[in-house]
């Protein structure tokens, strides 16, 4: 999976409005999405844009010019789409968020943000339209996030079943083809797509094309300038319409086409590993604590001042040589600590907030803590142990529990942008004059 910081470089290097050159006095509209626009400049810019990153490819093939023009121009109108849709839930990105992200892909580039500012200087390329592009970024993928946790939840079972079967599976390089079909298309609409798709399919199987050549020049998918690639993916990854199957396929294969919630597609295996040989990670051991600690809350009953000179005497009481597991027995207002005196267990530094993991581990075993706050209330903290082990299991369980929540977004999200985009108003502007022909409503 991309980080936040690699999305957000792959898509200011694709995004239309990244990269200003000579501002036209005339700048016509190619599209009207909803109340916004997309203006001949930007899409001119996205189109050079991705011709320069294909130059540096001497084998990738972009589809024809007109192609390319559409593929592009319905990349910009769905960030419209998605940046508008962010806005509407109240998302915003403030200018420290967008500093943070430019320092992070400076850093990416081993460059300093003033270095990368003079790079963009030097191709040509604007600055303050660049911090648009990231702004843009960083609200949709909020966007992304949000949508995540309310519509999507895997429970322990579906991480126990494929924990179980992932040790021996195999993992499957793979590109996609998509020909998309609208929300509740109608029988035209379907005996098309289906006749485009095998037409497609027939120019692969016959050698004419190869995959990542059609799904540049065919698909409808967002990353069909990418050849349609999906990269590696285990079992628990991959959509439940296509897994069996993948699993039965040579490499060079391809599959379909097969009707989707989002239209005909096309899969190929690009190539198959046991995930005994894929990349293996070294032993992730972490720091863990054993404690106790007492809590006086603050409420409507118990002011800030009076809970600090609570836990002031309390911690008074402890110095002079009282047990501390008696007085968080007597004293804590922790209900679920209290009756064994405190005890924690034991637990990762962050496991209650960084303010308490930062109070625990800068004691000595033995040593009590100063009174401290959190949202919680009041608290003094004993270390009584630390301890450093092997956190492997448990971050595999996360990245699996992770892997089969994103092969659920994939598949919700794209019917989640299936519909916005059948929802909104965009009216595209043809190639050869500035008239306008309606394509959406």
């Keep these: 999976m991309k980080t936040l910081l690699a999305s957000l470089l792959a898509a200011c290097l694709l995004a239309g409005n990244a990269f200003a050159q000579t501002v036209q006095p005339i700048d016509r509209i190619v599209a009207v999405v909803n109340d916004d626009v997309v203006l001949q400049s930007e899409l001119d810019r996205a189109i050079q844009n991705i011709q320069n990153q294909y130059a540096k490819q001497p084998n990738a093939q972009l589809p024809p010019a007109d192609v390319l023009r559409k593929q592009v121009l319905e990349r910009l109108v769905m960030v419209r789409l998605q940046v508008m849709q962010a806005s509407q839930q109240g998302i915003r990105v403030s200018d420290q968020d967008v500093d ?182 070294a032993a992730q051991m972490v720091t863990q604590y054993q404690a106790r600690h007492i809590l006086v809350r603050v409420d409507d009953k118990t002011s800030d001042a009076d809970a600090k000179a609570r836990i002031d005497t309390l911690r008074a009481r402890i110095a002079g040589g009282a047990d501390f597991a008696t007085v968080a027995r007597e004293n804590s207002d922790d209900l679920s600590t209290k009756p064994n005196g405190g005890d924690l267990g034991w637990f990762n530094a962050d496991a209650f907030g960084p303010d308490f993991g930062a109070q625990v581990s800068g004691l000595q075993d033995g040593q009590v803590s100063q009174p401290f706050k959190t949202q919680a209330g009041w608290h003094i903290v004993q270390r009584e142990g630390s301890r450093q082990v092997d956190a492997t299991d448990e971050n595999r369980r996360a990245q699996v529990r992770e892997s089969i929540g994103q092969r659920k977004l994939e598949e919700s999200w794209s019917r989640y942008l299936q519909q916005l985009r059948g929802e909104a108003y965009v009216d595209i502007h043809p190639a050869d004059d500035g008239a306008a022909s309606p394509n959406g409503g």
Excluded: C
């Design 100 to 281: 943070a992200a430019i320092a992070g892909v400076a850093n990416q580039n081993h460059l300093s943000v003033d270095q990368l500012r003079a790079n963009l200087g030097t191709e040509g390329l604007d600055y303050a339209s660049f911090r648009d592009s990231i702004r843009d970024e960083i609200a949709i993928q909020r966007l992304r996030q949000r949508y995540a946790q309310t519509s999507i939840s895997v429970s322990d079972a579906e991480v126990d079943a494929a924990m179980a079967t992932q040790a021996n599976s195999a993992q499957y390089h793979l590109a996609h083809l998509l020909v998309a079909l609208p929300e509740n298309p109608t029988p035209e609409q379907i005996d098309v797509a289906q006749k485009k798709i095998e037409g497609v399919k027939g120019l692969i199987d016959r050698g004419e094309m190869d995959f990542a050549t059609a799904a540049a020049r065919y698909s409808d998918s967002q990353n069909a300038l990418e050849g349609g690639d999906l990269g590696w993916r285990s079992a628990d990854e991959i959509p439940t319409a296509f897994a069996n199957m993948i699993s039965g396929m040579k490499a060079g294969q391809v599959i379909g086409p097969i009707r989707g919630a989002s239209g005909f597609q096309l899969v190929q295996l690009v190539e198959t590993r046991s995930a005994a040989d894929a990349p293996a990670g």
